[in-house]
């Protein structure tokens, strides 16, 4: 099992930059596919982006590509999303999910989910 804590929200005003952080529990972080996800006021929560188990392989929903990098450091048992270039339409909560079966590219539900850090975007 694993537990994950969010941070790095905010509030940016448009074009602006943050850097979320994702801090896990236990020895095992590394065995385990990591994501972001986030769940935009009204909507229903969507993937933004995932890695590998080793860092390798990314994958990024189409809306973020070019301006979010995902990224970890098993070291620290963290994962980040740095997001750059932002939207009033990234304005979301945004959580991340771990995963110890399946791939980056995979329908295998994650399993694992954080409470979620709230970022906004200002117009």
């Known amino acids: 099992q694993v537990q994950l804590v969010e941070s790095g929200g905010g509030l940016v005003q448009t074009g602006g930059s943050l850097r979320l952080s994702c801090a896990a529990s236990?020895?095992?972080?590394?065995?385990?596919?990591m994501g972001w996800f986030r769940q935009p006021p009204g909507k229903e929560r969507e993937f933004v982006a995932a890695?590998?188990?080793?860092?390798?392989?990314?994958y990024y929903t189409d809306s973020v590509k070019g301006r979010f990098t995902i990224s970890r450091d098993n070291a620290k048992n963290t994962v980040y999303l740095q997001m750059n270039s932002l939207k009033p339409e990234d304005t979301a909560v945004y959580y991340c999910?771990?995963?110890?079966?399946?791939?980056?590219?995979?329908?295998?539900?994650?399993?694992?989910w954080g409470q979620g850090t709230q970022v906004t975007v200002s117009s």
């Open positions: 890695v590998s188990r080793g860092g390798g392989t990314t």
């Open positions: 999910a771990a995963k110890s079966t399946g791939v980056v590219i995979s329908s295998t539900p994650y399993k694992y």
């Open positions: 236990g020895r095992t972080f590394s065995s385990y596919v």
